[in-house]
């Protein structure tokens, strides 16, 4: 049996930051994926899906010109163009190599196949036993969840991944999922002439948020000719690789010649072997303490664990992993202000809480809302400053304790606030802030002195 320091199941970007940085630090690691090293941010998340709304975008700003310095002509999509970065420079056409060298140059050995925790210390790589002496880290991530949809399991539908590797689009493309995801790649993909509708069978759009930015959302859809059907799910779906017909519960039909299906994300720890230290079998996630540790020399990290599907939370978990297996001080995981970001056209940032789990907690808050068009940056911007500023404060202890932001660059201007939550900056010292003139962030002084007023 191969013996190593520490096993890594799981090459995902979290994962890989593990594994190689144990590697470099002389300990003996095994990597293992049945995937690409780097996992689904690398390949068909974070990076080619932001090089999607990248274009998208550069095609909106172009129809904005008129009104704000003059007239422009010749705009015309072409969908080669992105679809042909995401191949050559995002993913090397779905080829890993550079991936594996660069964690085997640390020292690092990998194997290619599906890991499996076995018993304390054993892990199974396709029938192949490997033990490790200081621990196993899972990484396993979460692939996109399948509705049980009648007919869905006999039409030819794309999940994130086929879309972003289409080197063509659609004429017409129904979304089935309204949250982050959906949102994204139906925006990107209606701004190259595909005709979008959105189907969300709760009762808006990225309903995990404030409702404001769902509000807001929905009316640039409108503008922009993406139809939502929103509070109402999908009960079956017929068709074949010519078109496809999908039926609403409120007995609607809509055509098009593709469905994406984009209705969140699984996870499975069974099917990781956690089962054998302790983990229920039916868990829908990795229980972990504040180490990230499951049980005895196993930690988990990512997806798996249920803290943010989000490649900075898995980063995060990682760096606090490699603290532990080699015994240094620092920080254990506070997840009070893990910052979230829709890449949609205007942008959403959040973090802590929404109002109503504020109030679902038991806080009495007090809450600021600023719209954007009416900061004087929000002005001078004009065409496509859709959003506002809304932040939610506990008085009893003077804090911040959640934020949104929506308009351009939201997710930029949300580093203060992120910073103002973790740091648990007094509201006082927020409001004694100089915040520069004429900036977007100013708003967030703005949305201050609402709080004031809602006290």
Excluded at 43 to 65: D, F, N
Excluded at 245 to 271: H, K
Excluded at 321 to 343: K, Q, S, W
Aim: net charge negative; charged share 25%.
């Amino acid at each position: 049996m191969d013996t190593f320091d520490i096993i890594v199941i799981g090459m995902g970007p979290g994962g890989e930051h593990v594994a190689g940085t144990l590697a470099e630090r002389g300990l003996r690691v095994l990597g293992v994926d049945h995937g690409l090293v780097g996992g689904e941010c690398p390949y068909w998340g974070c990076i080619p899906s932001k090089m999607m709304v990248r274009a998208g975008e550069v095609l909106a700003e172009a129809q904005r010109v008129d009104g704000l310095a003059g007239a422009v002509g010749g705009v015309r999509p072409d969908w080669t163009v992105p679809a042909r970065r995401i191949r050559d420079e995002a993913t090397d056409d779905w080829d890993d190599r550079a991936a594996v060298e660069r964690f085997t140059k640390k020292g690092g050995t990998f194997v290619r196949g599906t890991g499996r925790i076995v018993g304390a210390g054993r892990v199974d790589v396709d029938g192949k036993p490997y033990a490790a002496e200081l621990g196993i880290v899972v990484n396993a991530g979460s692939r996109a969840a399948i509705p049980p949809i009648e007919g869905l399991d006999v039409v030819p539908y794309w999940t994130n991944r086929g879309l972003i590797e289409a080197k063509e689009l659609p004429s017409s493309l129904v979304v089935l999922g309204g949250g982050t995801i959906g949102c994204e790649l139906g925006q990107s993909v209606a701004r190259f002439g595909v005709d979008v509708t959105i189907v969300e069978s709760g009762p808006r759009l990225l309903a995990a948020g404030e409702p404001e930015a769902s509000e807001r959302l929905a009316m640039v859809f409108e503008r922009e000719g993406i139809a939502v059907h929103a509070g109402v799910a999908a009960s079956g779906v017929s068709g074949d690789d010519d078109g496809v017909d999908v039926t609403l519960e409120d007995g609607t039909t809509l055509s098009a010649e593709r469905i994406l299906v984009a209705t969140g994300r699984d996870t499975d720890p069974g099917a990781v072997g956690l089962g054998s230290v302790g983990v229920p079998e039916d868990a829908r996630v990795a229980p972990i303490d504040d180490r990230c540790r499951v049980a005895s020399k196993v930690w988990a990290i990512g997806d798996l664990t249920g803290k943010g599907a989000y490649t900075h939370v898995s980063m995060y978990q990682a760096g606090i992993v490699i603290r532990d297996v080699l015994g240094e001080d620092g920080p254990v995981a506070d997840y009070a202000a893990v910052p979230r970001v829709t890449f949609t056209d205007p942008e959403i940032g959040a973090v802590g809480l929404t109002e109503a789990q504020a109030r679902e907690a038991g806080l009495d808050v007090t809450v600021g809302v600023t719209p954007l068009g009416e900061t004087t940056r929000g002005w001078i911007h004009g065409d496509g400053a859709d959003g506002f500023f809304k932040l939610v404060a506990d008085p009893a202890r003077g804090l911040l304790v959640g934020a949104t932001v929506m308009g351009p660059y939201a997710g930029e201007v949300l580093g203060a606030l992120a910073v103002a939550v973790h740091a648990q900056v007094p509201l006082e010292t927020l409001r004694s802030m100089i915040y520069a003139y004429p900036t977007f962030h100013r708003g967030i002084e703005t949305a201050l002195a609402e709080l004031e007023r809602d006290a």
